[in-house]
C-alpha cells in the first residue's frame, strides 16, 4: 500500500490565485481530514470527512473548501489564496473505530 | 484555544540517556491520547496511545503515563538514540466524530 500520498509536495502561488491540493489513501479509510501546521504551533484540524459525500468543518476552515466525491481522494481548495495561508499542509486517514490517523508528507504552500 | 499544551518546547538527551516528554490536556471528558512523532519534511508517525481507563502503557523502548487527576500524560523514551531527534506531540480526541487536538510539540534533540 503507498498509504496517504499528496501532491504537490510544493507550492507557491500569488495572493488571490485558487488551488487544489490532492490527497488520496488506498487503505480503504471511511475517515479522512486535513490538517495545516504553522512554526511552533501544532497541527490544526481544517476539514474532515467521516465517508464519501460527508464533510465537516473543523477548527480552522475559513477560507479552504472541501469535498468527498470517492473514499479514497479527500481535495482541499484554496479559492482566493492568502498569506495567511501559508503554512505546510497534511492531509490523514484511519479506520472507522480506530482514533489513530495515518499522514501523509505534507505540503507546503507559501502564498506571496 | 488548544485544550493540549506541552511544558517544555524543546528537551535535549545525551543519547543512552531516558526521555521524558510531558504534556497537560484540560478537557476531562477526554478519553483517548495519542502520541506521534515528526521528523524533520515529513508527517507525524504514530507513536503510541492510551485510553483513558489506563495509567501507563508501554511499547518497545516507550511508555505512556496518564494522570487523570492532574491531566497529565508523559512519553518516556528508554535509552534514547540519535534516531529518536524528533518533534513529539500529543493529541487528544474531540467531538464525536473521533477528531484529534494536537499539542503545539516538543522538539527533542539527542547528543552523541
Known amino acids: 500500500n503507498a498509504g496517504v500520498t499528496q501532491t504537490p509536495k510544493f507550492q507557491v502561488l500569488k495572493t488571490g490565485q485558487s488551488m487544489t491540493l490532492q490527497c488520496a489513501q488506498d487503505m480503504n479509510h471511511e475517515y479522512m481530514s486535513w490538517y495545516r501546521q504553522d512554526p511552533g504551533m501544532g497541527l490544526r484540524l481544517i476539514h474532515y470527512?467521516?465517508?464519501?459525500?460527508?464533510?465537516d468543518q473543523g477548527e480552522v476552515p475559513n477560507g479552504y473548501n472541501v469535498s468527498r466525491s470517492t473514499t479514497e481522494d479527500f481535495p482541499l481548495r484554496l479559492l482566493s489564496a492568502a498569506p495567511s495561508q501559508t503554512s505546510v499542509y497534511f492531509c490523514?486517514?484511519?479506520?472507522?473505530?480506530?482514533?489513530?490517523?495515518?499522514f501523509g508528507p505534507g505540503t507546503r504552500l507559501t502564498v506571496t | 484555544g488548544e485544550s493540549v499544551g506541552l511544558h517544555l518546547p524543546t528537551l535535549s538527551v545525551q543519547e543512552g540517556d531516558n526521555s521524558i516528554i510531558n504534556c497537560a490536556y484540560s478537557?476531562?471528558?477526554?478519553?483517548?491520547f495519542i502520541w506521534y512523532k515528526q521528523e524533520s519534511g515529513k508527517g507525524p508517525q504514530f507513536i503510541i496511545d492510551i485510553r483513558s481507563n489506563m495509567d501507563k502503557r508501554q511499547g518497545q523502548r516507550v511508555t505512556v503515563l496518564l494522570n487523570k487527576t492532574v491531566k497529565h500524560l508523559s512519553l518516556q523514551i528508554a535509552a534514547t538514540q540519535p534516531g529518536d531527534s524528533a518533534v513529539y506531540f500529543c493529541a487528544e480526541n474531540w467531538g464525536s466524530q473521533g477528531n484529534l487536538i494536537f499539542g503545539k510539540g516538543t522538539k527533542l534533540s539527542v547528543k552523541p
Open positions: 490523514a486517514s484511519r479506520r472507522d473505530y480506530s482514533y489513530e490517523q495515518y
Open positions: 478537557n476531562s471528558a477526554s478519553d483517548y
Open positions: 470527512s467521516v465517508g464519501a459525500g460527508i464533510t
